[in-house]
């Protein structure tokens, strides 16, 4: 299974660009992300800051882009000003009279007396009258949550090779490890069978014992179609109005549902030795995927700019290292440090520091990721933590030595050591 090497000489294939320009891209970005804990308390999880200056929408955004599909949709939800501002902001330039548009569509009531949607589908649902508006012949609906490159002009493609009534995007994952997802159980020409949720014996794929095919959350429709299976859907209620849950088992059963495997059309250069996908959902997951970046070969090259992550880039000055002296020396290894960041006299191992974050003299840092002007005091010591935005560190604090004491004194801790600081739980050590 071959991934698309975009460091190599690739044939254009008219084809796909041309399935592309005829799609619409429908992300959605409700959800909360409750396992992140504080860190969306007050803003929602595809908002969630990751690698330096994205945001998590940036990458299904920006694989949209790059792909050719310049007719978007963001359904918003829970905590969605920090996301829409971020959007306003950072995806303003498409241009109406190129046929370009990027609508955001927080959830209202647009149908009955109902506020929120009540489930993926119904979110898609409750947006048929603007979809009908861009008049797209194939829609790809995506989870606006999850970091990955994959050129979806690829998945289009497979879907209408196939006459499939669905394609379903899906990663691949070890078979036995796959019992925390919605697996596909699917034969030799990737036509779905059976869709089983967290099943105890996966599935494994046609000639690959050890993998198993689960949902990325990835659906690709003909429009006309996807219309059709929504109305009914509407009506029905007995239906979650959810499409893992209700929508793709009832074309499985009923139609047909074809699996796409990741591996098919994600995005890799040289320096990215396998497919990379993942859900950022949890602390620890959010902490090893942004300090994984600082690895001399990260697993994900966000240096590729061939297929650049868009974002809202803040107008900052370069990053500043300052002060030499014994112990009192600004700098840091294996560190990545964005712009506007002042490291004043502190020492950085494996930290990921985002937008104008401040270090002061005699701090030591190891395994932070620092998100966007935090500020941490003169002589603080801090191991293996995510410290939230705008967050200042008092003097002196030590955090990430013993986890106990830590969770004593108010911070989160995870079952395998990352901990999580807030303002609020830095407010509280003075009560």
């Known amino acids: 299974m071959e991934t698309r090497k975009l460091n190599e ?7 796909s660009t041309r399935l ?9 970005a409700g959800g909360r992300g409750s396992r992140l804990h504080e860190l969306t308390d007050i803003r929602a999880k595809p908002a969630m800051y990751f690698g330096g200056k994205t945001r998590i929408i940036d990458f299904p955004l920006s694989n949209a882009v790059n792909s050719g599909i310049r007719r978007i949709a963001v359904a918003t939800q829970y905590k969605a ?60 609906i995506l989870a606006g949550d999850h970091i990955y490159k994959q050129d979806y002009s690829l998945m289009i493609k497979h879907h209408v090779e196939s ?14 490890e796959a019992s925390a997802f919605g697996v596909m159980h699917v034969d030799e020409n990737d036509k779905i069978l059976d869709f089983v949720e967290k099943p105890a014996d996966p599935p494994a794929m046609p000639g690959f014992p050890d993998l ?5 959350g990835i659906y690709v429709f003909e429009t006309a179609k996807m219309i059709e299976l929504l109305e009914a859907d509407r009506h029905d209620d007995a239906s979650e109005h959810d499409f893992g849950k209700d929508i793709i088992p009832q074309i499985v059963e009923n139609g047909l549902a074809v699996a796409h495997p990741f591996s098919r059309s994600c995005v890799t250069t040289g320096l990215e030795k396998k497919a990379y996908w993942r859900d950022v959902g949890t602390i620890d997951a959010f902490w090893q995927a ?44 294996s560190s990545m440090v964005s712009g506007g960041c002042i ?13 104008g974050v401040h270090t002061h003299s005699f701090a030591e840092l190891s395994g ?11 002589s603080a010591k801090l191991r293996d933590v995510v410290i939230d935005r705008g967050v200042r560190i008092p003097a002196g604090l030590e955090v990430g030595f013993d986890h106990d004491a830590d969770r004593g004194r108010g911070f989160r801790v995870t079952d395998s050591g990352i901990t999580l600081i807030t303002q609020g739980m830095i407010d509280r050590l003075d009560r």
């Open 368 to 378: 932070v990721v620092a998100l966007p002007y935090a500020d941490i005091g003169e």
């Open 81 to 140: 000003h920090s996301l829409i501002r971020h959007l306003q902001r950072g995806w303003s330039f498409m241009r109406a009279e190129r046929n370009e548009g990027l609508d955001i569509l927080p959830a209202s009531q647009q149908m009955d007396e109902e506020n929120w949607y009540r489930g993926t589908a119904d979110a898609v649902t409750q947006n048929i009258d603007i979809i009908k508006g861009y008049a797209p012949k194939y829609i790809i």
């Open 20 to 28: 592309a320009q005829q799609s619409m891209a429908f992300i959605l």
């Open 290 to 333: 942004n300090i994984d970046l600082t690895d001399f070969e990260p697993e994900l090259d966000l240096f590729d700019n061939e297929w650049p992550i868009w974002t809202h880039s803040e107008l900052t000055p370069p990053a500043k290292f300052i002060h030499n002296e014994e112990k009192r020396k600004g700098h840091a290894t």
């Open 9 to 15: 000489a690739q044939p254009i294939n008219t084809e």
């Open 212 to 216: 198993a095919l689960a949902s990325m």
């Open 343 to 355: 490291i004043s006299g502190s020492t950085l191992d494996r930290c990921l520091m985002f937008t």
């Open 163 to 176: 006459g499939a009534d669905v394609t379903v995007g899906c990663i691949e994952v070890p078979r036995m």
